[in-house]
């Protein structure tokens, strides 16, 4: 069993309404030891849903996450976090901000494509899922080239989910080159992956990254690979977590990651 999540949203995120106190309740109840806070923030996210917002309201973002920490002090370790919205044009932003906060874990994360969000569905259209996938991995490598002030690239596939076909017109090995360049440029900056759940929970049949994706990095001397669910719901924390170990054993892997202070523990499966 895998006792920490590393990659959660509560209601400081713009996509969740889920009450912190709320998540921790629940990584209590599953029994996990350590729980780490990665709430969103995309500058610049596109003026597309008037209810949604992913600015972050950092302070108060902290103030609550002391307040929980203090609160539940002795039942559980929790960290504080956050995920980026990577774009080129935010590197500057970006460098100066992550100095600002005393993160413990910084996921970077892809989630737009050519400036819009996959999850719109009208923005697919006239697109070949090739063309999406294969724009969405140069998306990915641009950025790791641009920036590399966060410990982990968040969900490396995520953009399969938005594809016409979904999992069934998905195959790495149709993008291995540029996936190979992703993964070594990972590599050479120190920079590690995560393994999220979410894709499980979506029914694509795969947690993001897709093993095939796994067992390269490892063969290329990939190391650094945390372990999150991505849940935006108390019900959806630690989603899938019983089949992580023999997954990322087959894959290669015999430990996996935890950042405190933004350095990695490393944790035997």
Known sequence: MIYT???????FSGDSEAPME????????????TMCFTDHL??????????????????????????????????????FGVEFGLQEHLVSYFADYQKAWPFDFI????????????????????????????????????NLRAFDGFQVYGHLDYIVRYGHGGATTYHCSDYAD????????????????ELNTSGLKYGLGFAHPHPDILKRYRELGGEILTIGSDAHKPEHIAWDFDVVPDL??????????????????????
Do not use: N, W
């Open 5 to 11: 999540d590393c990659h959660l949203h509560c209601a």
């Open 22 to 33: 709320d998540m921790v309740r629940r990584g209590i109840a599953l029994g996990l030891k």
């Open 42 to 79: 995309d500058v610049d996210y596109p003026d597309e849903d008037d209810d949604i917002c992913f600015d972050l309201d950092t302070a108060s973002y902290y103030k609550e996450f002391q307040r929980i920490k203090a609160l539940y002090e002795g039942r559980i370790e929790l960290l």
């Open 107 to 142: 996921i970077g994360s892809s989630h737009l494509l050519d400036g819009f969000d996959p999850y719109y569905q009208h923005h697919m259209e006239g697109r070949t899922d090739a063309e999406i996938y294969g724009g969405y991995f140069d998306a990915i490598l641009s």
């Open 178 to 193: 540029i996936i190979d360049e992703i993964l070594k440029t990972a590599i050479e900056k120190g920079i590690g992956i």
């Open 248 to 269: 990322l054993k087959a894959c290669g892997f015999r430990y996996y990651s935890l950042f405190r202070g933004r350095k990695p523990d490393f944790i035997s499966l």
